[in-house]
């Protein structure tokens, strides 16, 4: 079972929208949506946005109830060991237009950048900016994950602290990205 502290939203979350709201967010299958979309490295209520609507109509467009369904949907998954990772994280749907996106407390954020002249060559560090990139190539940004899965299966990374403590030793790690699956 959840539990909820309305803090600033103690009088909305006082009304029966608010209890509806909350009653909604803690269900089984609404709890699997926000971390489904939280282990995709998306925001939490990306999972939820049809649901919410098909729910609330036209009561979820409302500013404050749309801040209250995001604190609420922190509370609910900082329960379930997730950790806020970014905030105000664009979301270009309805209802949200921004967002916060939340992670587990073991993951650790990096960057992926293509070689320009060759997709397959990419170079993996824990910084967007200022970078130590290798000089023989052009780099273009490429993508940002955290999961360990998703290092594992995009990049061939096996081992994430390992990974860390090399970037942290030289600024990168250089991969090699090969082809999975070849159409015949």
């Known amino acids: 079972m959840f539990a909820y502290s309305p803090e600033r939203f103690a009088a909305l979350y006082a009304l029966d929208l608010g209890q509806r709201i909350w009653v909604f967010l803690t269900r089984p299958e609404i ?4 971390e489904t979309a939280c282990e ?19 009561e979820i467009l409302v500013d404050r109830v749309k801040q209250m369904v995001g604190h609420m ?3 609910i998954l900082e329960q379930r060991g997730w950790v806020l990772d970014q905030t ?16 587990r407390p073991d993951w650790i954020t990096f ?3 293509r070689n320009t002249s060759d997709p397959r060559d990419v170079a993996l560090t824990d910084r967007r900016q200022n970078l130590a990139l290798p000089t023989d190539a052009r780099w273009s940004y490429y993508a940002t994950f955290a999961s360990p899965l998703k290092a594992a299966v995009a990049f061939g990374i096996g081992d994430i602290r390992q990974l860390r403590t090399h970037v942290h030793a030289h600024g990168y790690q250089r991969v090699r990205v090969e082809r999975m699956l070849r159409r015949a």
């Open 73 to 75: 949907v922190r509370q």
């Open 111 to 113: 960057h992926a950048f």
């Open 40 to 58: 995709l490295s998306k925001p939490a209520v990306e999972g939820i946005e049809e649901q919410l609507l098909e729910a609330f109509r036209e």
């Open 31 to 34: 709890v699997a949506r926000l």
């Open 88 to 103: 105000d994280v664009k979301v270009q749907s309805v209802p949200f237009s921004k967002a916060a996106r939340y992670r």
